[in-house]
């Protein structure tokens, strides 16, 4: 069965750019496109028509169908996933007003819970991104699936892969009220070497083709995957939620949405990799 993508549209700028971005996407893996407007008031046909004039306007070669709704755009995301039951959804975020951010927070935070799809949220950045994905890696089973969807991603790209594995606080760390945390520098250092030679040995085994970095930094998992991608200028962030229980799941979806809200890039939520 061919992939769906499903790609929610707006009048905004950032729109235009998000469809040619779900063309290459569609042509990259073969899927079908499926452009949705959400309108808070139905107009008969007019919203069709229009939305029809506008991606014939963008001369779109890949397959596509398209379709204009009325209510509220968070609820007709869901409702279409659940028709569709695509691959990915992809969407922009808007960042040139408080409002926006206000509303574009609300709108993906209500995709990401219920939608069981991939996301991709579509980003401008002011800066020259750099053509690198960068990857946290926590060792989880589905994590697994998201380092070989990223190594196929980064071969169809033309893109580099940087893997980052964040590791907590020496257990021997303490807090000082005046200073902050404080552990001894010596046994820090034997501890990322180790987490090192871990992250070495476990991304070996993947036999990765699309060539690669790797790095491990000690801190917040939200707070250290944000400064690499500022440092590094990369293109794309990939991370999934993790699913081994109820406490992770909302520890990892805090991280996911912190990331998403956040990273001056676009970010890509990978929930679903079975298809």
Known sequence: MKRQILIPLDSSPVGREVIHLAEHWGKMFEAQLNFLQVNPVQRNHEDQSLLESVLAAEKITAEYRAVASFGNPAQEIVEQEKVLKPWLIMMAAHSHSMMSRILLGSNTDYVVNLCKSNLFVYKRSAQDLKDL????????????????????????????????????????????????????????????????????????????????KQEVLMGKPYEQILYRQEKLNARLIALAPNKHGLVEQLLVGSNTKYVMHHANCSVLVIKNLED
């Open 133 to 212: 994905i960068l990857v946290p890696v926590d060792y989880s089973k589905v994590n697994q699936k998201v380092i070989r969807f990223c190594d196929d991603l980064a071969q169809k790209m033309g893109l580099t892969l940087h893997f980052l594995h964040v590791f907590s606080f020496p257990e021997f760390a303490h807090y000082n009220m005046e200073t902050g945390w404080e552990w001894d520098a010596l046994e820090s250092e034997r501890q990322k070497e180790a987490e090192a030679k871990k992250l070495e040995s476990f991304l070996a085994a993947f036999g990765l083709t699309s060539a690669y």
